[in-house]
């Protein structure tokens, strides 16, 4: 659906419409794509804005607009990729990652699984900025493999971007292939996601939102955080770029338990263990994250107040979300580049609020009890 065109049943989405077009009015982001759907069909997808905050800039296109997914790269990306070396054998969950990584190992390393770096169980220190640190990718990797654990394997989870960054480290070495190589054979093309990839070709710079500016300029095409940009644009944690409409493909897939738009892709018991909390998970699945049962009353949730506890999504840094409820049969795909020069103060948080009245404004459309058509047909 071409941006700005609205459904026939268009009153059915007055709250998605109405938070969607309150970030642009209140300077979040210039612009955004939405996307709801349901296993099988897609029942809404519409853009809103700009691409920066220049009127006579592109118009977001569900099917084209591409953006930075930041953190959802985790999951999209990486978490994909190494469900499908478990999928065919490759790799095993509760292997040490030793096993595949022999330069991550000494003292408690040696303790740490796929399993705990897929569900932020692995002890490892949440952030490091080693774009600062190191010159060079090779010596980013260095200091990756030297970082000691901050807590013991397995006892609690803590978000972390070097999770994922030994994870795509991981693929690599297994499939003896980059990883936006890998993911593309056997992510991307098998789930007809024909506009996801890393580093997107100077050709398509126009269709690119911008997450950031240089000297006053929009930056289109190169990822937005330094240290995926300091590892050459494709890293574990972050580099991924991708539409609205092909993260509608994507997350169809989960939701026929791993089939995708030309038949199996991986099986339906990888798909259940990766929607799986651990014992000492919390809310982290492997890749993604799941709603909250007590949340700080400070901090929205993605998920909005409604969703289902079998929910799961994930966010990026840059202003990208995506969540999955099976019981509602449901998903959201929202994309903006809040990154991009947003004009209020604490726009995170902003964003967070905003976020969660979108959601609730999804969820509406389902409720509990009526999980197989919409709300106006219950």
């Known amino acids: 659906m071409a941006a700005g065109a609205a459904p026939a049943a268009s009153q059915q989405f007055a709250d998605i419409d109405a938070a969607a077009r309150a970030g642009i009015r209140q300077g ?11 296993r099988d069909t897609v029942l ?5 804005g700009h ?8 118009a977001p296109d569900p099917d084209s607009a591409l953006w930075d997914l930041a953190s959802l790269s985790k999951v999209v990306g990486t978490a994909s990729a190494v469900m499908r070396l478990i999928d065919v054998g490759k790799v095993e969950l509760d292997a040490p990652v030793g096993r595949y990584l022999p ?56 978000y972390s971007d070097l999770n994922a960054m030994l994870l795509g480290l991981l693929v690599e070495q297994v499939s003896g292939q980059p990883l936006d190589r890998f993911a593309a054979a056997e992510v991307f093309a098998p789930l007809g996601m024909s506009r996801t990839m890393y580093r997107p070709p100077r050709r398509l710079w126009p269709w690119v ?10 930056v289109r095409g190169e990822v937005n ?26 997350a169809q897939t989960w939701m026929r338990d791993g089939v995708g738009p030309h038949g199996p892709w ?27 049962p007590a949340p700080p009353p400070d901090e929205p949730s993605l998920f909005g107040t409604l969703a289902s506890p079998s929910a799961y999504g994930h966010t990026g840094w840059t202003g990208t979300e995506l969540w999955i409820d099976p019981a509602r049969d449901l998903f959201l795909v929202f994309l903006t580049n809040r990154s991009f020069a947003p004009r209020p103060r604490h726009s995170v948080e902003r964003l967070r609020l905003l976020r969660a009245q979108l959601s609730d404004a999804a969820l509406r459309l389902v409720p509990p009890g009526c999980t197989q058509t919409l709300v106006s047909r219950c």
């Open 28 to 38: 979040l982001y210039p612009g955004a794509v939405v996307v709801v759907g349901r």
């Open 44 to 48: 809404y997808a519409r853009g809103y």
């Open 51 to 58: 691409l920066t905050w220049n009127d006579n800039s592109r």
């Open 103 to 158: 330069r991550f190992g000494g003292a408690d390393k040696d303790r740490v699984t796929v399993r705990m770096l897929l569900d932020h169980t692995s002890g490892l220190p949440a952030y490091v900025r080693f774009y600062r640190l190191d010159r060079s990718a090779a010596r980013a990797v260095d200091r990756l493999y030297a970082e000691p654990l901050v807590r013991a394997p397995g006892d609690s989870a803590v």
């Open 209 to 218: 939102a911008p997450s950031g500016r240089y000297r006053g300029r929009p």
């Open 225 to 250: 955080d330094q240290n995926a940009a300091r590892l050459g644009g494709v890293a574990g944690h972050a580099g991924l770029f991708s539409t609205g409409r092909d993260l509608a493909r994507y």
């Open 266 to 292: 991986v099986s339906a018991a990888t798909v259940r263990a990766f929607r799986s909390p651990g014992a000492r998970s919390g809310t982290r699945l492997l890749g993604w994250d799941s709603p909250d």
